[in-house]
């Protein structure tokens, strides 16, 4: 399980890294190391998670880390970190 979650942070943190905040498959494929149909998978799961968001231009699909829900998320394991009961 961690080395999935490894390759997923791994994929998310090349989409927040990206220049033009937005990576086509191909690009992140290469920055991350991980082959195509690994990377699509992630991707996808980090889509329906609302993590990213996506968008095609042709046959190219662009994803975007989606910040908001990432802070939001961000907040919630701090306080999950720190022992708050609410946030379980």
């Known amino acids: 399980m961690s080395r999935g979650l ?3 942070l791994r994929l998310l943190a090349v989409v927040l890294a990206a220049p033009a905040q937005t990576a086509c ?3 992140i494929t290469t920055a991350a190391g ?3 149909p690994m990377v699509s998978h992630h991707l996808q799961i ?3 998670a609302a993590l990213v968001t996506r968008t095609k231009h042709g046959s190219y699909v662009y994803y975007q880390a989606d910040t908001a829900a990432l802070t939001h998320l961000t907040h919630q ?3 999950l ?3 708050d009961p609410s946030r379980r």
Request: hydrophobic share 40%; aromatic share 0%; proline share 0%.
């Open 46 to 48: 980090l889509h329906r």
């Open 34 to 36: 991980l082959a195509q």
């Open 25 to 27: 498959v191909r690009d």
């Open 81 to 83: 970190s720190n022992g």
């Open 6 to 8: 490894g390759q997923v």
């Open 77 to 79: 394991l701090t306080a």
